[in-house]
Nanobody, 126 residues
Framework: QVQLVESGGGLVQAGGSLRLSCAVSGLTFRSYHMGWFRQAPGKERDFVAGINWTGTSTYYGDSVKGRFTISRDNTKYTVHLQMNSLKPEDTAVYYC???????????????????WGQGTQVTVAS
């Protein structure tokens, strides 16, 4: 079955960095568009970053542009999210998501993705 397993979350001071990873199995990874979303308590799930199936196109939510970088390794079936200059408002559970490239429309709406990880907590202390 399809599995997405996030790792790398934790507690960090404001201004610090974290690198999240998502290990994928059970699907042909190189055919899947990948995204990162986050959800803070009491808030909706927000788009963070997306990367196309070849890794040649990336895009970001406005609040993380210039600070976060998404990347993928199609040989290792992994996607990463490098998070720099973290702010307390980045505190959330971070989820990776996958959808076949033929079914992606915008990539920024969580409803477009069929496969999700269990999430990893990121807490940024002020």
């Amino acid at each position: 079955q399809v599995q997405l397993v996030e790792s790398g979350g934790g507690l960090v001071q404001a201004g610090g960095s974290l690198r999240l990873s998502c290990a994928v199995s059970g699907l042909t990874f190189r055919s899947y568009h990948m995204g990162w979303f986050r959800q803070a308590p009491g808030k909706e799930r927000d788009f963070v970053a997306g990367i196309n199936w070849t890794g040649t196109s990336t895009y970001y939510g406005d609040s993380v542009k210039g600070r976060f970088t998404i990347s993928r390794d199609n040989t290792k079936y992994t996607v990463h999210l490098q998070m720099n200059s973290l702010k307390p408002e980045d505190t959330a559970v971070y989820y990776c998501a996958a959808e076949h490239w033929t079914r992606i429309r915008t990539g920024v709406r969580w409803e477009e993705y069929d496969y999700w990880g269990q999430g990893t907590q990121v807490t940024v202390a002020s």
